[in-house]
C-alpha cells in the first residue's frame, strides 16, 4: 500500500513558477512509474507528465520545454517544476502511482490546487 501527499500547489501569475511534490508513504523504487496529472473544472483528466524508475519521461505536448518532472529515490518523493505558467495551466494536480509488478496496483494522491492568475 502506498499513500501520496502531494503539496506545492498556490496562486501564481502568469509566468511564474512552482514546484509541487509528491511524497510517498511507501518505498517508489524500481517497480512504480510516478506520474503528474491534472484536471480543470468540466474537463478529463490528463496526464501532464510520468516518470519511470530508470528516470524516462515523457511529457504533454502542452507543458513540454516548461515543466519537469523528477524523483528522488532515497526521499520517495516526486516533483513537478512547472516555469512559465499560462492561464491554461491552473488545474488541480494530482500524483499518481503505477505498481508494474505483481500486484498490479494504481495509487492517486489527494491532489493540489494551482492557479494561474494575475
Known amino acids: 500500500q502506498v499513500q501520496l501527499v502531494e503539496s506545492g500547489g498556490g496562486l501564481v501569475q502568469p509566468g511564474g513558477s512552482l514546484r509541487l511534490s509528491c511524497a510517498a508513504s511507501?518505498?517508489?523504487?524500481?517497480?512504480?512509474?510516478m506520474g503528474w496529472y491534472r484536471q480543470s473544472p468540466g474537463k478529463q483528466r490528463e496526464l501532464v507528465a510520468r516518470?519511470?524508475?530508470?528516470?524516462?519521461?515523457n511529457y504533454a505536448d502542452s507543458v513540454k520545454g516548461r515543466f519537469t518532472i523528477s524523483r528522488d529515490g532515497a526521499k520517495n518523493t516526486v516533483y513537478l517544476q512547472m516555469n512559465n505558467l499560462k492561464p491554461e495551466d491552473a488545474a488541480v494536480y494530482y500524483c499518481?502511482?503505477?505498481?508494474?509488478?505483481?500486484?498490479?496496483?494504481?495509487?492517486w494522491g489527494q491532489g493540489t490546487q494551482v492557479t494561474v492568475s494575475d
Open positions: 516518470i519511470s524508475s530508470a528516470r524516462t519521461t
Open positions: 499518481k502511482a503505477d505498481r508494474l509488478t505483481y500486484p498490479v496496483s494504481t495509487y
Open positions: 511507501g518505498s517508489i523504487g524500481a517497480v512504480y512509474v
